[in-house]
């Protein structure tokens, strides 16, 4: 078997790659490879027969030692923001995998980031273009709003009873953390070949759509305030939000609201041959999260 490198394994969707890898796609233990900057929080995954390697981003001489003899490698997109740092991390990753000769790299990138209104579009966009540039084989799974995202907003709105929005009529198809985790699995344990492929959700909704749904399953009052984004922006400030983020979250809406978010693809049963979570099964299960 490839051997299979996870960067970010200690992350949420990390994590979940090297659980289905080995319980859905049978792959052995000793076969993948879990990279984290600290390796520290992976122990429960080395007892289990995983490899553990230290992969930190800032480090390309570590990461090309890191990277030796992986067959396939998922690169998971970094959390850092700012002065084009995660795109000059991908970059280092991605001459890194070349210089260690990767057979194939995989990377989790974002839907349209060639016209996408978010403000670190240009980030996935760039690392597109820099996997492309070394000519190794690759898959880039632009991955759809996780459907986890909806507790950083639902839960504070259905307490004061609105959801403050400027995405309009805009529609998007959320899916859920695990099932994207279960496509990627899928693409690093099978030759499913390469190219470019956007996982979405089996539904798309518009914010009002949403909030019906919230109201169906809770029984609790929640009302869309439809703003502008100077609006949205202004009460974010008012609310608290640093400043520095404020334009990251009004980008998401302003994105959703021009239509960049309205696809939905059948990339999920195709890499898996399952049916992706629908939202209103995943916020069942969920309640107690979503009420807050």
């Not at 990461?63 to 280092?92: C, N, P, W, Y």
């Not at 540039?133 to 950083?152: C, K, Q, S, V």
């Not at 922006?233 to 978010?261: C, Q, W, Y």
């Amino acid at each position: 078997m490839s051997k299979i490198l996870v960067t970010g394994a200690a992350g949420h969707l990390g994590r979940l790659v090297v659980r289905h890898l080995i319980e859905t796609e049978g792959v052995a233990p000793p076969d993948v490879i879990a990279g984290s900057r600290n390796t520290a929080r992976l122990a429960d995954l080395a007892a289990g027969g995983v490899e553990l390697r230290t992969v930190d981003f800032d480090r390309s001489d570590d990461m090309t030692k890191a990277f030796a003899g992986v067959d396939r490698l998922l690169i998971i997109s970094t959390d850092a923001v700012g002065s084009g740092k995660r795109l000059e991390q991908h970059r280092r990753a991605v001459a890194a995998a070349a210089a260690a000769g990767v057979g194939h790299i995989v990377y989790t990138s974002m839907p349209s980031p060639e016209s996408s209104l978010v403000t670190f579009a240009g980030d996935h966009l760039g690392t597109e273009q820099a996997m492309k540039a070394t000519g190794i084989p690759h898959t880039i799974l632009r991955d759809g709003w996780y459907m986890e995202n909806l507790f950083m907003v639902l839960p504070q709105a259905l307490m004061g009873g609105a959801w403050y929005s400027s995405a309009g009529d805009g529609r998007l198809a959320h899916i859920s953390r695990d099932d994207t985790a279960r496509a990627i699995a899928a693409v690093l344990a099978r030759d499913l070949g390469g190219g470019t492929l956007t996982l979405t959700g089996p539904q798309s909704f518009t914010t009002e759509e949403l909030a019906e749904l919230v109201r169906q399953l809770t029984g609790r009052s929640l009302a869309v305030v439809h703003l502008t984004d100077e609006q949205l922006a202004t009460g974010m400030k008012a609310a608290g939000v640093p400043e520095p983020v404020i334009p990251m979250l009004v980008s998401f809406d302003a994105n959703t609201r021009e239509g960049h978010m309205a696809m939905q693809t059948d990339a999920f049963e195709r890499l898996t041959g399952g049916k992706p979570q629908t939202l209103k099964s995943f916020l069942e299960a969920n309640l107690t999260a979503l009420a807050g």
